[in-house]
């Protein structure tokens, strides 16, 4: 099934940095979705991407999305302690009613 | 608004012992309804999504089954459980109409020992 692929896997920052992940898919897609979640926690929706949009934001979340390049990328600015979480983007595939997760991305924020 | 509840929280059962997770969702009608497994340090994995009431579709197979006695609840089973069926379980609902965003549960930590 189709699924992302979260790169880098793991990633220790500073607080105040700025965290960028990136996420690759095979097939081509709906929409984009990326989520959140803290330890033990279940997952909570951050931002939804569409085939036919380039960028978005929300807060100090910033997502790009190039379907050339089966590709999208995960910012977010100004880091606080409390991103400290993994964060999972999932796609929709075309004809595949599925949301399909990748292994998530662990992003350790240090105070 | 709406909000998801799963329970129970936290569970350790012996291997060949059954199981049973509930989950239900307030404050909509007719949601899409998902049960999901995360191993540890991996991804999500599908195990079952529902469109009704009665209308379970398996994604895998496995020692596992699902049921939706009512509109808004969902249940995850098994018979015998297997060393392998530990994880964390997350329920999910989504709105019927499509694969937008997904509202997850807090999950259900299951230790099969």
């Known amino acids: 099934s189709q699924q992302g692929e979260e790169d880098p896997q793991a990633l220790s920052i500073q607080e105040g940095e700025n965290a960028t992940m990136n996420c690759s898919y095979k097939t081509s897609i709906n929409n984009l979705q990326w989520y959140r979640q803290n330890s033990g926690r279940g997952l909570v929706h951050l931002i939804l991407i569409r085939s036919n949009e380039r960028e978005k934001h929300s807060g100090r979340l910033r997502v790009t999305l190039d379907t050339s390049k089966k590709s999208s990328s995960l910012l977010i600015t100004a880091s606080r302690a409390a991103d400290t979480a993994s964060y999972f983007c999932?796609?929709?595939?075309?004809?595949?009613?599925?949301?399909?997760f990748g292994k998530g991305n662990q992003v350790v924020v240090i105070p | 608004s709406q909000t998801i509840h799963q329970w129970p929280a936290t569970l350790v059962q012996p291997v060949g012992s059954p199981l049973s997770l509930e989950c239900t969702v307030e404050g909509t009608s007719n949601p899409n309804l998902y049960w999901y497994r995360q191993a540890a340090g991996r991804g999500l994995q599908l195990l079952f999504y529902s469109v009704g009431i009665g209308q379970i579709s398996s994604e895998v197979p496995q020692n596992l089954s699902a049921s939706r006695p009512q509109d808004r609840q969902f249940i995850l089973s098994s018979k015998k459980l297997l060393l392998s069926d530990s994880g964390f379980y997350l329920c999910?609902?989504?709105?019927?109409?499509?694969?937008?965003?997904?509202?997850f549960g807090e999950g259900s930590w299951l230790t099969v020992v």
């Open positions: 999932a796609t929709v595939p075309y004809g595949n009613n599925r949301l399909a």
């Open positions: 999910a609902w989504s709105v019927r109409a499509g694969w937008d965003t997904i509202y």
